[in-house]
């Protein structure tokens, strides 16, 4: 019955490493969703999941980000050779279905160095 | 994309008093989510509310889609009620299934 989980909470890595952010989601939600909040850009869409079809990737700044969803529950967001501009608060949020409400996690604090 | 736009950008009060927020978007949609980001940063939802009128408590909304905006209403405001409301839009099944967010709205309630 809990909320949506993500960890780690805060994260900081070395411009060009690799870093991989997880989400767990409300439990029975179809629906999964990475944002990415910033001082300079506010709260923006990354990329969607629903059920067991072809995510929606239409958010993703670069070919740096990717981002899985093993067996319609958990999701990884992986951002490569990460970039100072990369630093930013990582959001994932679930909903029941598609459209419906979304419930955030408490979000990954990023800071490339 | 959709353009979604806040208003005020900021609003301070005093405890006790009432607050009109405002969202306008740019194109039809089929979802609008009203969240409150609390000093800590957690989202909360408020209100889906893609047309019509809800009222939760201290807090309403109205939606009045055919003229593409949303209004947020907080009355007898609380120290609590301080943070950022954001107005957030999506058209699911139309390619836009992920919400598009404005740039918010900064209350600071005063007691």
């Known amino acids: 019955g809990a909320g949506v989980s993500q960890s780690p909470s805060n994260k900081v890595t070395e411009k060009g490493k690799d870093v991989e952010l997880r989400c767990d989601p409300i439990s029975g939600h179809t629906a999964l969703y990475w944002y990415r909040q910033s001082l300079g850009q506010g709260l923006e869409f990354l990329i969607y999941f629903q059920g067991n079809s072809a995510p929606d990737k239409s958010g993703l700044p670069s070919d740096r980000f990717s981002a899985e969803r093993t067996g319609g529950s958990v999701s990884t967001l992986t951002i490569q050779r990460t970039q100072q501009e990369d630093s930013a608060v990582y959001l994932c949020a679930s909903s029941l279905d598609r459209g419906k409400t979304q419930y955030f996690g408490p979000g990954t604090r990023l800071l490339v160095l | 994309g959709i353009q979604v736009e806040q208003s005020p950008p900021d609003l301070i009060l005093q405890e006790g008093a009432n607050s009109t927020l405002r969202c306008n978007f740019s194109d039809s949609v089929n979802n609008l989510q009203w969240f409150h980001q609390n000093p800590w940063g957690q989202l909360i939802n408020l209100f889906y509310?893609?047309?019509?009128?809800k009222q939760n408590g201290r807090l309403s909304a109205t939606t009045v889609a055919t003229e593409r905006y949303s209004l947020l209403y907080i009355s007898s405001s609380q120290t609590t009620d301080s943070g950022v409301y954001f107005c957030?839009?999506?058209?699911w099944g139309g390619g836009a299934d992920g919400l598009t967010f404005g740039k918010g709205t900064h209350l600071i309630i005063q007691p």
């Open positions: 509310i893609p047309s019509g009128t």
């Open positions: 957030a839009v999506g058209r």
